[in-house]
């Protein structure tokens, strides 16, 4: 029997796996002078240098070897007594299927009449290349016959040699130990990368990393590994590893979340000298699916932050066995994060009983002289109504006889901000994992919001009842009643102004039988919140702005319009003979002048990194006395609020400051080119400066009041800023160019000119004011806007001042036929 064997060349080598997982092939790679220490996948320990990445031409020399020392396998597989010369002239190996392909040529001898014959012929024997399944061999499968060529010869002699090679290809199949293992798999790309995978879930599937977070620990859970590629080129492998979180609060709660977070893995695969692998872990990026982008960066900002202190940055992670990290313990929380907090109460101080002044014994008739002025009590300032419907409760004034006034009530509540944000439970946790907590407000009530309508359908004690002091009048002589009221209890409401003795009023508050409408057919101001994408619960983008709107409040003396949540741009005065004339470009927000990273135009355009919303909507009520637009969220201080309370011919501003420590906050008007020709002044500058785009010097300082008048209207500004800031200061803002250059005047938003810009500014570091994030300091900045006749006082607009710190007294009593 002749043995001939050529040469097997493999064109494309590719039997990687092989070498990555078996030691048994006794097979070293030369050194690459490549030294790695970092973690590897295999379970064999203290092997971290002379790592080689595994690369093709390695591989093409390795699957040489093995075929060159197997050769007489194969050519014992074929030859017998007859076939006395098997060559191999060829060999190609695909590696994307595992194929082996050689041609042959070959002898045949038969006697024929005793005669030997020699008959030669030619042909391609496939081949598949397989390994065992535990990679601890290669081996080799013939699997068939093509283009046979056959010299000139009997036909029973070609048949029967094409019967010899047909029965004889199949079975052979040899492996590099002799002996057929138990089970085996083919060699192809697809397969290989199926063994890389198989290795990652071996893996994985030990992976338990426990994770201490601020607001409690995480187990990371590997389910499933996939290999989304493996280049046999290059050795780099790229998988993803779905991963549950089972997560165990402090507070106590718990969840499980099945495979809510992936580890997306770029990596090199690495062997070392005893053909251990390692995976070189280039990217390893951890993600949590599901839900809100902003909260998942900060709980994997946590993560990750606890993978690099373990590992170091750049390091590999370990895809077996544990990974212990320890975290610190929760903060401990102030008791006003514990117990929620509240915003101030309404602005007129309430006395019960019948506490009237000399001068108020008997009031003939409304002697107040603050029209503008609304009166704003709760519902425990008038517990004897308490519990009605607040539909069912109407007010009258007399003045010759009952004159019913115009009253709302605004249902106010205590709401989680979590709800107020339809934040979902999964949310919650994952907030509170990142040790933030959720707090509660008390705030205005809306069933068109997340907010809702308030729980306690009647009227209860927070509560607020509105009603002008415009509308106030007298007392009757005598105990009556107005048509329409029941016979139960009532409330007489005194007001007084402390700043004038003789100014006084009544109300008298009612509960209507049903045939009264508590508007009285007023309606003071008109609020159109209009949201572009359409209803708010089902289109608002809580997460991701902008959320574009055309939204409007008007009044017989005032008008202005909202582009998004904190994007006012536009006031029109219509009191007295003023113009009307849009005067503002923006209300506009920075941190400090000529810094453009926070602006009113980020605040409604996305979260900041690391937080969990981008804002949303706490109520927007329009009332016959009154109207509210109430929202939160302006980018990481996710729960800074904002309430406009529009008044006829008055607008108040609250902004609750909730962020953590910043830098400063200048909050101003500027105004638009048409504002050109008034007169900026405040209780600093009394003497004024034109607004005109040219720069003015004005004496900077902590500004009770400013105003800017002229045939446009005017517009009084009256600031109560409160911090419990130890050190707590601010200053005032101004800037009036055209044409700004220098950098602290550039413009971020709006247009491109500042025109009497002007409010105050914090301009010192504030500490942080957030209460889901810890301790935290009060911040609220009170604007009252008073919209006036053109050419407006300063000394009416210093009254204005003055009325904002003394509030109405306000004296409540009931009314009934036995001492009113
Ligand atoms: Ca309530
Ligand atoms: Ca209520
Ligand atoms: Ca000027
Ligand atoms: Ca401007």
Not at 174 to 185: I, K, L, M, S
Not at 399 to 407: A, E, L, N, S
Request: glycine share 8%.
């Amino acid at each position: 029997m002749l043995r001939m064997f050529k040469l097997f060349r493999p064109v494309v080598a590719g039997i990687i796996i092989l070498v990555l997982t078996v030691t048994q092939l006794g097979y070293s790679f030369a050194a690459e002078n490549e030294s790695r220490s970092e973690v590897f996948i295999n379970e064999a320990s203290g092997v971290t240098e002379t790592l080689k990445k595994l690369n093709v031409e390695e591989f093409n020399k390795y699957v040489l070897d093995f075929i060159n020392k197997n050769k007489k396998a194969i050519e014992d597989s074929i030859i017998n007594e007859k076939l006395d010369r098997f060559d191999i002239s060829e060999i190609e190996f695909d590696i994307g299927t595992g194929g082996i392909s050689f041609n042959f040529s070959a002898h045949y001898v038969e006697k024929i009449l005793g005669i030997p014959l020699k008959i030669t012929f030619t042909g391609k024997i496939l081949a598949k290349l397989k390994a065992s399944a535990d990679y601890s061999q290669l081996g080799i499968q013939l699997t068939g016959l093509e283009n046979f060529k056959i010299a000139k010869c009997p036909e029973s002699v070609e048949n029967a040699i094409k019967d010899y090679l047909n029965t004889v290809i199949p079975n052979v199949f040899f492996w590099q130990e002799g002996e057929t293992p138990d089970g085996y798999v083919s060699c192809d790309i697809n397969n290989l990368r199926n063994v890389i995978q198989g290795l990652l879930e071996k893996e994985a599937s030990k992976t338990v990393m426990d994770i201490t977070l601020p607001g409690g620990t995480v187990k990371v859970l590997v389910d499933t590994v996939q290999c989304d590629k493996f280049d046999i080129e290059t050795g780099d492998v790229r998988s993803k590893a779905f991963i549950s979180l089972d997560v165990n609060l402090f507070s106590g709660k718990s969840a499980f979340f099945k495979r809510f977070c992936s580890i997306e893995l770029e990596a090199d695969l690495f062997i070392d000298e005893t053909d251990n692998i390692w995976l070189s872990v280039k990217k390893n990026v951890f993600t949590l699916k599901d839900g809100n982008e902003g909260l998942h960066k900060e709980i994997n900002g946590y993560i990750e932050k606890e993978l690099v202190k373990k590992f170091g940055k750049e390091k590999l992670i370990k895809l077996g066995g544990g990974i212990e990290i320890k975290g610190a313990p929760a903060s401990n929380l102030s008791d006003r994060v514990k117990n929620g907090f509240s915003q101030p109460s309404s602005p007129c101080p309430v006395i019960q009983g019948n506490e009237i002044t000399p001068e108020q014994e008997f009031v003939k008739e409304n002697s107040l002289n603050r029209p503008g002025d609304p009166i704003v009590i709760k519902g425990q300032d008038i517990s004897a109504l308490n519990g009605i419907n607040p539909d069912e409760l109407v007010a009258f004034k007399y003045d010759g006889g009952w004159k019913q006034i115009p009253v709302q009530v605004d249902e106010r509540a205590v709401v989680s901000v979590a709800k107020i944000y339809n934040a979902s439970e999964k949310i919650m946790i994952l907030f509170e994992l990142a040790g933030r907590n959720d707090v509660s407000i008390l705030t205005y009530t809306d069933r068109n919001t997340f907010t809702l309508g308030d729980p306690d359908k009647t009227l209860d004690s927070d509560d607020e009842i509105v009603f002008m002091s415009k509308d106030a009048g007298g007392m009757p002589a005598d105990f009556s009643e107005p048509a329409g009221v029941t016979t139960g209890p009532a409330v007489r409401v005194v007001i007084s102004d402390p700043l004038d003795k003789k100014g006084c009023g009544c109300v008298y508050l009612f509960r209507q039988d049903g045939t009264l409408d508590q508007s009285a057919g007023k309606q003071y101001v008109k609020y159109d919140f209009k949201l572009l994408s359409g209803d708010y619960k089902t289109t608002y983008k809580t997460g991701d702005g902008p959320n574009k709107e055309d939204s409007a409040v008007t009044t017989p003396y005032y008008s202005c319009h909202f582009s998004d949540r904190w994007i006012k741009d536009e006031i029109h005065i219509m009191k007295g003979s003023s113009s009307g004339v849009d005067i503002l470009d923006r209300h506009k927000e920075l941190f400090k002048p000529g810094v453009s990273t926070r602006t009113e135009d980020t605040f409604c355009e996305g979260a900041a990194t690391g937080f969990p919303a981008e804002g949303c909507f706490t109520a927007n009520i329009s009332g016959p006395v009154r109207a509210i637009r109430s929202y939160m969220g302006a980018n990481s201080g996710f729960i800074t609020q904002r309430e406009h309370i529009f008044y006829e011919d008055r607008e108040d501003i609250n902004t609750y400051l909730r962020v953590h420590p910043i830098s400063g906050v200048v909050d101003f008007l500027d105004y638009s080119p048409a504002a050109a020709g008034m007169t900026y002044t405040n209780d600093l500058n009394k003497s004024g400066v034109i607004i005109d785009g040219k720069p003015d010097t004005l004496m900077q300082g902590p500004i009770k009041w400013e105003m800017a008048g002229g045939d446009q209207g005017s517009l009084v500004t009256v600031h109560n800023i409160s911090s419990d800031i130890p050190g707590f200061s601010y200053t005032s803002y101004y800037l009036d160019n055209n044409n700004p250059q220098v950098k602290t005047d550039l413009q971020f938003t709006g247009d491109p000119y500042a025109y009497g810009a002007s409010g105050i500014w914090v301009d010192k570091p504030i500490d942080n004011t957030d209460p889901t994030n810890g301790m935290a300091y009060n911040m609220i900045l009170k604007r009252y806007m008073y919209f006036e006749n053109p050419w407006y006082s300063t000394e009416g607009a210093e009254q204005y001042s003055l009325q904002s710190q003394n509030p109405f007294h306000i004296t409540v009593s009931p009314y009934g036929n036995n001492g009113y």
